[in-house]
């Protein structure tokens, strides 16, 4: 084979077998290439740890975080962004994914949308990005001239970049502040980078935006305490984390909860403290919203 097939297109010796396999080996055969994914992503985390900095720094700032990609990399990039609101309760701005393509790329491929720096081009400027904004761009070959366009354009402007690829002669790694290469190597079936590699980026697509949310104070100790409660799953969380964190009954959460309209950092001070709603709201004002620092006032 071409010695610069990059690794995510080369045949896996491991699994050459695999369509004359029972079903349960198939399983076995993709779970052991999923098993690797973690290692080569603990090779790593220095630049996540880098890449988390910028975007809570930038957040602090009043910044946005920008996903860019394209395919399953750019779905990626939108299932995590969409999950910031209902989680840590965001402005649904905050952190944005971007699909080359559109909302239509999401169900559908769009025929040439990773190849086009008009697109990129488009959808860069029609977002408003500034120096304090972080781009994010996804690729697994991080070969896309959509990526490096998006990339290219925020080094023009300043703007602070990071590239996620799994590949370590990725053209967009010219063009960001930090490279996040996660090496996941040949895929279960060849080429097919929806496997390995998009595992790869999706966790450590979690690892950014947890990260930089409980940088800039959404968790307290493990509690998601900005959880927004849209739903009965997410009331009974809300309940469960004031009454742990206030040693307090769930009932007694739950009534302060409806009160206030399942406003999780103020019940928990209402009820720890016995401050009114109107206090806890200009306490979490006054210390951006970090309940540890606002613990240090009592």
């Known amino acids: 084979?071409?010695?610069?097939?990059?690794?995510?297109?080369?045949?896996?010796?491991?699994?050459?077998?695999?369509?004359?396999?029972?079903?349960?080996?198939?399983?076995?055969?993709?779970?052991?290439?999923d098993l690797k994914i973690a290692k080569e992503i603990s090779k790593n985390l220095g630049n996540i740890a880098k890449s988390i900095d910028i975007i809570s720094e930038n957040f602090i700032k009043g910044g946005k975080l920008y996903?860019?990609?394209?395919?399953?990399?750019?779905?990626?990039?939108?299932?995590?962004?969409?999950?910031?609101?209902?989680t840590y309760n965001t402005p649904n701005d905050m952190v944005q994914g971007i699909i080359a393509g559109g909302d239509r790329a999401l169900r559908f491929a769009v025929e040439g949308a990773e190849d086009s720096f008009e697109l990129a081009q488009n959808d860069f400027n029609n977002h408003n990005i500034n120096q304090n904004d972080t781009v994010v761009c996804i690729s697994a070959s991080g070969n896309a001239n959509y990526v490096i366009e998006i990339l290219r354009l925020a080094k023009e402007k300043n703007i602070k970049t990071i590239a996620l690829t799994c590949n370590t002669k990725a053209k967009m790694s010219e063009f960001a502040d930090v490279v996040i290469c996660i090496e996941t190597g040949a895929e279960a079936l060849t080429?097919?980078?929806?496997?390995?590699?998009?595992?790869?980026?999706?966790?450590?697509?979690?690892?950014?935006?947890?990260?930089?949310?409980?940088?800039?104070?959404?968790?307290?100790?493990?509690?998601?305490?900005?959880?927004?409660?849209?739903?009965?799953k997410?009331?009974?969380?809300?309940?469960?984390?004031?009454?742990?964190?206030?040693?307090?009954?769930?009932?007694?959460?739950?009534?302060?909860?409806?009160?206030?309209?399942?406003?999780?950092?103020?019940?928990?001070?209402?009820?720890?403290?016995?401050?009114?709603?109107?206090?806890?709201?200009?306490?979490?004002?006054?210390?951006?919203?970090?309940?540890?620092?606002?613990?240090?006032?009592?």
Not at 3 to 32: F, G, Q, R
Not at 67 to 86: H, I, Q, W
């Open 1 to 33: 084979m071409n010695s610069d097939v990059i690794n995510t297109e080369k045949v896996n010796p491991d699994t050459e077998n695999i369509d004359i396999s029972s079903s349960l080996e198939i399983a076995k055969m993709i779970n052991n290439e």
């Open 67 to 86: 996903y860019f990609g394209a395919g399953t990399s750019g779905r990626l990039g939108v299932l995590d962004a969409s999950e910031c609101p209902p």
């Open 191 to 232: 080429g097919s980078t929806r496997m390995k590699a998009g595992s790869a980026q999706k966790m450590v697509l979690n690892m950014l935006t947890t990260g930089s949310m409980v940088k800039i104070g959404k968790v307290y100790k493990n509690f998601m305490v900005d959880v927004k409660p849209t739903n009965i």
């Open 234 to 298: 997410l009331k009974d969380r809300a309940q469960r984390i004031v009454a742990s964190i206030a040693d307090c009954s769930e009932q007694t959460a739950q009534t302060v909860l409806k009160d206030n309209g399942y406003l999780v950092k103020e019940a928990i001070l209402q009820i720890k403290y016995g401050c009114s709603l109107e206090e806890a709201q200009r306490l979490l004002f006054k210390h951006n919203g970090v309940l540890r620092k606002v613990f240090k006032e009592f």
